[in-house]
């Protein structure tokens, strides 16, 4: 509960644009106490397979992200 408070004031504050101020250990904090809270929430709705990684921007990698409208599946 303190986690997600905690999380809310930070974004209340990065609204109001004064994010910019936080220093480079308070941001790392802010981003462990999300990873952790990430964690806690697929333990809590059973997701036990890891994340699917995100589309690579080498264009020689499986994942590459597809430029070309041409190489995508027709929708049927």
Same mark, same amino acid.
């Given at each position: 509960?303190?986690?997600?408070?905690?999380?809310? %004031? %930070?974004?209340?504050?990065?609204?109001?644009?004064?994010?910019?101020?936080?220093?480079?250990?308070?941001?790392?904090?802010?981003?462990?106490?999300?990873? %952790?809270?990430?964690?806690?929430?697929?333990?809590?709705?059973?997701?036990? %397979?890891?994340?699917?990684?995100?589309?690579?921007?080498?264009?020689?990698?499986?994942?590459?992200?597809?430029?070309?409208?041409?190489?995508?599946?027709?929708?049927?």
């Amino acid at each position: 509960m303190q986690k997600t408070f905690l999380l809310l %004031v %930070v974004l209340a504050i990065h609204s109001t644009g004064s994010a910019q101020f936080l220093s480079q250990a308070a941001r790392d904090s802010i981003a462990k106490l999300s990873a %952790v809270d990430h964690e806690q929430m697929k333990k809590q709705i059973g997701i036990t %397979v890891p994340n699917r990684p995100g589309p690579s921007g080498n264009p020689t990698a499986p994942n590459a992200a597809n430029r070309f409208e041409d190489k995508v599946n027709k929708y049927t």
